[in-house]
C-alpha cells in the first residue's frame, strides 16, 4: 500500500522557508512516490479556523503554499488524500481514516529563536577539574580547608578518584580553564563547535554544584580572567562556549545562606525556602544545597533580570560566553504548595534574550522536556529521554529509571530493543515536542551523571558501541560528547565519581579506531547545513538492523546500524531512496551504485554519503 511511502516531515526536505516568520508564505510539501493518489490537500489553521488548500504536484511530491499566522499561533497543519476512493489522513501520527488530533498534527512555532548553529555543532562536555591542569599556580593544596566532612586533598591525573565516602567531593585533580584552553586545537581536530563546561563558579566541591559566588569564576580554576581567555580563543576557532549553572539552589557556604542561618529575619533569608518548622529546604534533601525561592522578586533582579544579573554578566563581554546548561531545571521553583518552574524560565529566556539573541538555554530533563520546548522557555533539553535512554536499551542495558541506585549500576535488559522498537521509539520521543525543537536537541548517552556506556564490560562490544556513536552523530539535534568517551577513557559502574575519571592525555593508551570514528562524524558534521536540518527516517531493515537516513536538499546522509552477529546482505529498495545513483562510505571513501547490494560485516555499522 501506501505505509512508509507517502510521508511529510517539518524539515528542510518539506519546508520552505523552514523558520519561517509571521505572515510569511510557507511552502509545504509531502512525498507520495510511485502512489497513486488524487485530491491531495493540507489543512491548516488561521483566524481560529481550518483552512484547506488544495496541492499541485511536482514529480514525486505535492506542494502549496500557506500563510504563517501571528503569535502566539503557531502553524498547525495535516494532509489528506484519496487512495482507492477512501480518503487518508496523514499527521505526525501516522495515516488514520479521521482526522487527526491537534497534538497530533505538524507544528512550526513562528520567529522561532533558537541560534541555527547548534543543528550543525558538535558539543564536547567537559568536568573542568578531570580535563587538564594548565596552570599548576591555582592548583589546590592537601587540606586546604575542610567541607561537608571532608578535607581537600590534591591527586595527579594518573590516580583513580575515590568513591564519596571517602572523597566527599573535594578531592581535586587540579584541571581549570587554563587546560581546557591548551586543548583548543585537539578539540578543534576532533570537530567540536560547542563546548559544554560543567559548573564554574566559585564553590566548594569539585562538581561546583555548590555555587558560593553567582558573580565570580572559581579562582581554583583560574578565575574571572581564565574564563575571558578561553572564550576569545575558542571563539578564534569558531567554538561556542556554553557554561553550567544551578540557579535551583547555592551551597551552603554561599554567603546569603550564612547570614540566612545566622539570622532568621535577615533580608538573605528570604532568598531560600523554609519548612513549616522554621528548617530551610534542600534539594533532594542534600543538606549542603539550599533551595532557592523565587517568590522572592529581589533574588529574580540578582540571578538573572536586572542589567547586572549574574546570568547576564557572563553573557557580555568581555567574557561572551554563548549559553547556559540549567542544571535540574524541571525542579526549580516547585515545592508542594509552590509551582514557579515555569514562571522562571519564561523571565530567564526573555531577559537573557535582551543581551544576547542567539543564546541558548539547555535544560537538565531526564524525562519528557515537550511542556518546556514550546518556543518561550528552553531552546533545548539534555535529550536522555529521545537518545541516550534508547541507545543505552539498544546496547542491551536496562532503561536506568528501572534500576537501582539512580541508574549508575545498570542492569542487563533480557530483551534489548531491536531495530523495529528503537525506530519507533525515536519517530515517538522526536514527535512529542513542537517539530522545530528536534534540530536543538543535545543529544547524548554519557555525561558526569551517568556511568559510561563503554565501561560496561558486561554488554560492551567495541563494533556495535562504534555504530551507537554514529547514530548520535546522525540524529536530529547536536550530539554531545562527553570528554575521553573519545579515547575510551577509563571508568566503572556504581555511582558518579566512576564516571569522572582524569582524562588522559597519554596518546599511546588512547583507542586511536575509537578517536578516529568520533573525527569522521564530526567532520561530517561540521558547518553542514544540509545534514542539520534534514528529514530523518527510521527504516527496520531486519530485526537487528537499523537504517537511519538523513535526507538533506543536496544529499543523503545514511547509517546502517547493525548488531547482527551474522553477515548481512542489504538492498536500498525503499522509495525513500529515488533519485540517488550512488553511495559513499565515508569511512573508507569507497564508491558504489545505490542498487548494489551492501555486505555489512558482523556487528558492523557503516555511513554513506548518497548523491
Keep these: 500500500m501506501f505505509k512508509d511511502i507517502i510521508t511529510s516531515q517539518v524539515s528542510s526536505e518539506f519546508v520552505s522557508p523552514l523558520f519561517p516568520k509571521q505572515g510569511d508564505d510557507v511552502e509545504l510539501k509531502i512525498f507520495t512516490g510511485d502512489v497513486k493518489v488524487k485530491n491531495v490537500a493540507v489543512f491548516t489553521n488561521r483566524f481560529g479556523l481550518e483552512w484547506r488548500y488544495d496541492m499541485s504536484q511536482e514529480s514525486s511530491y505535492y506542494k502549496c503554499k500557506v500563510k504563517a499566522p501571528y503569535k502566539p499561533e503557531g502553524l498547525r497543519y495535516y494532509f489528506s488524500f ?64 575542610v567541607f561537608n566532612g571532608g578535607v581537600v586533598s590534591a591527586h595527579t591525573f594518573d590516580e583513580i578518584p575515590d568513591e564519596y565516602e571517602k572523597a566527599r567531593c573535594v578531592d581535586f585533580f587540579n584541571g581549570d580553564l587554563k587546560g581546557i584552553e591548551e586543548k583548543l586545537s585537539y578539540l578543534n581536530d576532533l570537530g567540536i563547535t560547542v563546548l559544554y563546561i560543567n559548573p564554574i563558579l566559585r564553590s566548594r566541591t569539585v562538581h561546583r554544584f555548590d555555587c558560593i559566588d553567582y558573580f565570580n569564576v572559581d579562582e581554583k580554576l583560574g578565575g574571572n580572567e581564565a574564563l575571558i581567555s578561553l572564550t576569545k580563543k575558542a571563539h578564534e576557532l569558531g567554538i561556542k562556549i556554553v557554561i553550567d549553572i544551578s540557579i535551583n539552589h547555592t551551597g551552603s557556604d ?16 528570604s532568598y531560600y525556602y523554609k519548612k513549616e518548622d522554621g528548617s530551610f529546604l534542600y534539594w533532594q534533601d542534600v543538606d549542603t544545597l539550599p533551595q532557592l525561592n523565587y517568590n522572592n522578586q529581589k533574588l529574580r533582579d540578582i540571578v538573572y ?69 514550546e ?12 537518545s541516550g535512554r534508547l541507545l543505552r536499551s539498544w546496547m542491551g542495558e536496562k532503561d536506568r529509571f528501572q534500576c537501582g541506585g539512580w541508574g549508575h549500576s545498570p542492569e542487563l535488559e533480557k530483551y534489548p530493543m531491536d531495530a523495529y522498537t528503537l525506530a519507533e521509539a525515536l519517530k515517538d520521543t522526536e514527535n512529542a515536542s513542537q517539530d522545530l525543537s528536534r534540530f536543538f536537541r543535545m543529544n547524548l548517552f554519557d555525561s558526569h551523571d551517568t556511568p559510561r556506556l563503554h565501561n560496561n564490560s558486561a554488554i560492551y562490544d567495541e563494533d556495535i558501541y562504534k555504530g551507537v556513536v554514529m547514530a548520535l552523530y546522525m540524529l536530529p539535534g547536536m550530539p554531545n560528547i562527553y570528554y575521553g568517551d573519545e579515547i575510551s577513557i577509563g571508568g566503572k559502574l556504581g555511582s558518579v565519581e566512576a564516571s569522572r575519571y582524569p582524562m588522559v ?65 542489504i538492498v536500498l529498495d525503499n522509495q525513500i531512496f529515488k533519485g540517488y545513483q550512488e553511495m559513499k562510505d565515508i569511512e573508507n571513501g569507497e564508491n558504489q551504485k545505490l542498487d548494489s547490494p551492501l555486505s555489512l560485516p558482523s556487528n558492523k555499522s557503516r555511513v554513506f554519503i548518497l548523491q
Design 254 to 269: 554561599h554567603e546569603w545562606f550564612k547570614k540566612a542561618q545566622e539570622d532568621p529575619e535577615c533580608e538573605e533569608a
Design 82 to 145: 484519496d487512495y482507492e476512493d477512501r480518503i487518508y489522513y496523514l499527521s505526525k501520527k501516522g495515516f488514520t481514516m479521521w482526522a487527526p488530533c491537534a497534538k497530533d498534527q505538524f507544528f512550526i512555532v513562528t520567529d522561532y529563536t533558537s541560534p541555527k548553529y547548534i543543528a550543525s555543532s558538535t558539543c564536547y562536555q567537559i568536568f573542568p577539574d578531570r580535563f587538564c591542569n594548565g596552570d599548576k599556580s591555582n592548583d589546590v593544596k592537601d587540606g586546604e580547608y
Design 305 to 373: 533580570r536586572s542589567a547586572d544579573a549574574a546570568m547576564k554578566k557572563f553573557l557580555l563581554p568581555p567574557y561572551s560566553i554563548d549559553g547556559w546548561r540549567l542544571d535540574v531545571a524541571p525542579e526549580l521553583g516547585r515545592t508542594e504548595t509552590d509551582q514557579l518552574c515555569k514562571e522562571v524560565w519564561r523571565e530567564v529566556k526573555t531577559s537573557l534574550r535582551g543581551v544576547k539573541d542567539d543564546l541558548y538555554l539547555v535544560g537538565e530533563d531526564w524525562n519528557d522536556a515537550t511542556e518546556y520546548l
Design 375 to 386: 518556543g518561550d522557555m528552553w531552546d533545548a533539553t539534555m535529550n536522555y529521554f529521545g
Design 505 to 569: 592525555w597519554d596518546e599511546s593508551m588512547w583507542n586511536k579506531g575509537m578517536l578516529n570514528t568520533h573525527k569522521i562524524m564530526g567532520a561530517l558534521r561540521k558547518n553542514n547545513d544540509d545534514l542539520a536540518f534534514a528529514s530523518a527516517y527510521y527504516i527496520p531493515l531486519n530485526k537487528n538492523t537499523l537504517a537511519i537516513f538523513r535526507k538533506g536538499k543536496e544529499k543523503g546522509y545514511l547509517l546502517l546500524l547493525n548488531k547482527n552477529e551474522e553477515v548481512q546482505n
